[in-house]
């Protein structure tokens, strides 16, 4: 199926772990982002890449970093896990250049710290 | 300070019913608005589009309005099934710049 995979689904962690989230694309998009919706259920963006380079980097701490190993994937690691880090997290992807297009959105991953 | 708002924060409607949910915006330049289905523990899935020239599109029962003067957009639901039950948020995107996402307005269609 084309789509945007996340993995896991659901992550339990203690504080001060360090934790990654996997996110995959096979549609062929050249830019992918990650999002976080809070408990308000606001979506705010986090990183987005387009061709291995970071191109928004909103006011994240520094403990959150994106990883591209290649065009389909953004992998998102968090170091020294907080309370305030639990959220769901998306991916999503999307094809720039000339016109616009919307997103295609993972499932999501819900973090819970505790 | 792009930003868009979305009333109300939660709708009960029985089964068969029409309802219409409201998204206002500061976004300026604007490019175009969109409407978002986001199913519980999943991700938001696009349902129309909507560039400044457009006043209406419709998605078989969604019909999207866009008035770019007031800086207002509706989505109106027609028969509501119970698979209309999620959150729908209105996403607007300045010129060159991030999408701004709303709140959402959680839909609960009760049989």
């Known amino acids: 199926d084309t789509a945007v995979s996340q993995t896991p689904k659901y992550l339990v962690t203690q504080m001060g772990n360090d934790k990654s989230i996997k996110c995959e694309q096979n549609l062929g998009h050249d830019t992918m982002y990650w999002y976080k919706q809070d408990s308000k259920k606001f979506l705010k963006i986090m990183f987005s890449y387009n061709n291995k380079e970071l191109i928004i980097n909103e006011t994240v701490p520094n403990r959150f970093s994106p990883k591209s190993p290649d065009k389909a994937h953004l992998n998102l690691h968090i170091n020294s896990l907080e309370l305030g880090d639990s959220a769901v997290y998306f991916c999503?992807?999307?094809?720039?250049?000339?016109?616009?297009?919307?997103?295609?959105f993972g499932s999501g991953t819900r973090l819970t710290v505790v | 300070k792009n930003q868009v708002e979305q009333s109300p924060q939660s709708l009960i409607i029985l089964e068969g019913k029409n309802c219409t949910l409201q998204?206002?915006?500061?976004?300026?330049?604007?490019?175009?608005l969109r409407w978002y289905k986001q199913d519980t523990g999943r991700g938001p899935v696009s349902l129309t589009i909507?560039?400044?020239?457009?006043n209406t599109k419709s998605n078989g029962r969604y019909t999207a309005t866009l008035d770019a003067d007031t800086k207002q957009s509706s989505l109106h639901i027609t028969a509501s099934q119970l698979s209309d039950s999620a959150s729908y948020i209105c996403?607007?995107?300045?010129?060159?710049?991030?999408?701004?996402f709303g709140p959402g307005t959680r839909l609960s269609v009760l049989p």
């Open positions: 998204c206002n915006y500061t976004v300026s330049p604007f490019s175009n």
């Open positions: 999503a992807s999307s094809l720039t250049g000339e016109g616009d297009y919307g997103y295609t």
């Open positions: 909507m560039t400044f020239s457009e």
């Open positions: 996403v607007v995107r300045p010129i060159g710049q991030n999408f701004v």
